[in-house]
């Protein structure tokens, strides 16, 4: 049989979404494997790849002949998949069956075929926060059904839990776990949900992130995520050839599968979601040890969080950020925070991300939480939207290709930024020369790079320029860079080594002779009169008349984030480090006027 202008679709309104490729012949008794991958691929010597995926919680398939009718379709939706089993024809005409062997590009193999896939278990009490001793009752929608269940973050099986024999009395912090197992049919996925009960009123300001799976093989020793063999504490190295830490590499290879949830203060369901979690932070992921508890930086890891389709959901759905315009989310950063950030008062790249946000400028949407793991507290910690891709695609409904720049290459072509930066790394390019000025500014949104130089500014944002940025465009023609900030928790003073009296217009030029784009690009701005007439029209703006860098505004949002932070930080720390309220604000105001004036942005 000839596939030529045979088709494969996932849209019932769309049937010829995707075609075989042409030439493919499928011989008597053969078999052709097709994957449904959304790479649309279709190589010399190997599997086509479609243009769309599949769901794993079903969705419509419709197989097309070359006169565009339906030769076999799954209408409305093939049934719910699982990771362990295929689905199956299991006879001559329609009839399916989940798999336990799979045998792709081979027949089916029938043996100990199920039936049906079991529902989840569910239980009569919802994840969430509770002062007393609670009971939950389970239950598995299929008669004949047993519901095995866990408190220690494993997956429940044949093997591995207790049988549920009646209602469970839980006294403290639990993350419980049950499955559902019958003769003959698919085990159910995990139901997961933890139970905060008991907590002190100290981790009850702030909502909580939970991460439940199984210690030793997907989060600590031996196998885990935060598995740590041997070296020694301080920018860990290995000592022997058998040492390892798994959270210092990256990739795919070092994701392990958790269940996900965030359990509001209000009582509302918030969400649980299979994901895949990975350690993060290029600069403290090498640092990181397992110690006794998270409250110092050493042992206080940066993670993050991916959904996908082998773990549930492509994406989340939630809106933990309501005002974000970013309604979907594939990953989700669990950030810690560096330095005295990262651990009091933990708040400060929130702020700067806020305040940039309130100058009109695009910054990621974050909020606090407690995280919790297997139901054990282990920090406070700042949930983030991350600038990828496919974030500025739904953030401008943009179908296009992006460029992003995080220190270097990231995502897409590098060629417009490189020449931006050759451009003001040459000193014959005069900035007071208007044609040399709109050169760079047709590249460059330069009231984006105003805005994020007066927040950067006020801030005194340290560990900066020379890292912790993120610079942007869309793939198309007349598309300007736009920078986004990132890591921006070494402000506001840190460390006693940058204080409220530091020039950081001084710091900024420091680094033009190593090279950093955002000083080569000021170092030449600087000179430019209509630069700094935007920047003073900028001051004007955000400086006055309740702007962004007011000091009304900035203590409003500071007094809105110590509300959440100051308890769960004492808590942890025995104290709370409040010098943005005591010294920032009553001085850096007038301190950075005169930079201002120095700079040429306010009469002097």
């Not at 990132?486 to 009296?501: I, L, P, R």
């Amino acid at each position: 049989v000839s596939l030529d202008n045979w088709t494969l679709s996932d849209d019932v309104a769309q049937p010829d979404k995707w075609r075989f490729p042409s030439g493919t012949v499928l011989g008597s008794n053969a078999y052709y494997l097709v994957m449904a991958t959304g790479l649309n691929l279709a190589p010399t010597n190997a599997s086509p790849h479609t243009n769309f995926k599949l769901s794993s919680k079903g969705e419509y398939l419709g197989l097309y002949d070359n006169l565009g009718q339906v030769r076999c379709a799954f209408a409305p939706a093939y049934p719910t998949q699982s990771v362990a089993y295929s689905l199956g024809r299991t006879g001559v005409g329609d009839e399916y069956a989940y798999l336990p062997y799979v045998t792709p590009g081979r027949e089916n193999d029938t043996n100990d075929a199920c039936a049906g896939l079991l529902p989840v278990p569910q239980a009569d009490v919802p994840h969430g926060f509770y002062d007393a001793p609670i009971s939950v009752v389970l239950s598995v929608d299929e008669p004949g059904a047993q519901i095995i269940w866990t408190t220690n973050g494993t997956v429940p099986t044949l093997s591995n839990g207790v049988v549920y024999a009646g209602p469970l009395a839980l006294t403290q912090p639990t993350p419980l776990r049950a499955r559902g197992f019958k003769p003959g049919y698919v085990p159910s996925e995990p139901f997961t949900a933890t139970y905060l009960v008991g907590l002190t009123n100290a981790l009850k300001t702030l909502p909580a992130i939970c991460l439940v799976g199984d210690e030793e093989r997907e989060l600590f020793e031996p196998h885990g995520l935060m598995a740590i063999s041997g070296g020694y504490s301080n920018w860990w190295p290995a000592t022997e050839v058998d040492h390892y830490n798994n959270g210092t590499p990256t990739g795919r290879a070092y994701e392990r599968s958790v269940s996900a949830e965030f359990v509001p203060l209000d009582g509302s369901a918030g969400f649980t979601l299979g994901a895949g979690l990975r350690t993060a932070g290029q600069g403290g992921r090498g640092s990181r040890r397992r110690g006794p508890n998270w409250a110092q930086q050493t042992y206080k890891y940066d993670l993050r969080l991916y959904f996908r389709s082998v773990y549930g959901q492509p994406e989340l759905t939630y809106r933990l950020f309501p005002s974000s315009r970013v309604k979907e989310l594939k990953q989700l950063a669990i950030k810690s925070g560096f330095w005295d950030d990262c651990i009091n008062p933990a708040l400060k790249d929130e702020l700067f991300r806020r305040l940039m946000l309130d100058t009109g400028q695009l910054a990621s949407h974050g909020r606090h939480a407690n995280l919790f793991i297997n139901g054990v507290f282990k920090s406070y910690y700042n949930l983030i939207e991350r600038p990828k891709q496919d974030y500025f695609q739904r953030y401008f409904n943009s179908t296009n290709d992006w460029e992003v720049l995080k220190l270097g290459v990231t995502e897409g072509d590098a060629t417009t930024w490189n020449s931006m930066v050759s451009f003001a790394k040459f000193a014959y390019n005069d900035p007071t020369n208007y044609t040399a000025y709109c050169w760079l500014a047709d590249r460059l949104d330069v009231v984006n790079y105003a805005d994020y130089l007066l927040v950067s500014v006020y801030s005194n944002n340290s560990d900066w320029p020379a890292n912790n940025w993120i610079a942007a465009r869309e793939h198309v023609a007349g598309a300007k860079f736009f920078y986004v900030p990132w890591d921006s928790g070494c402000s506001f003073g840190y460390n006693g080594a940058m204080t409220v009296t530091n020039n950081t217009f001084v710091r900024i030029l420091s680094f033009v002779a190593g090279g950093a784009p955002y000083a080569l690009y000021y170092n030449f701005l600087r000179g430019s009169p209509e630069f700094r007439l935007i920047c003073a029209d900028r001051v004007q703006k955000h400086f006055f008349n309740g702007g962004a860098l007011t000091d009304e505004n900035v203590s409003n949002h500071y007094a809105a984030l110590k509300a959440g932070m100051f308890e769960p930080v004492r808590y942890q720390q025995r104290t709370y480090n409040n010098d943005v309220e005591t010294n920032w604000l009553p001085k850096r105001r007038g301190i950075i006027f005169q930079h201002f004036k120095d700079e040429g942005y306010w009469p002097a």
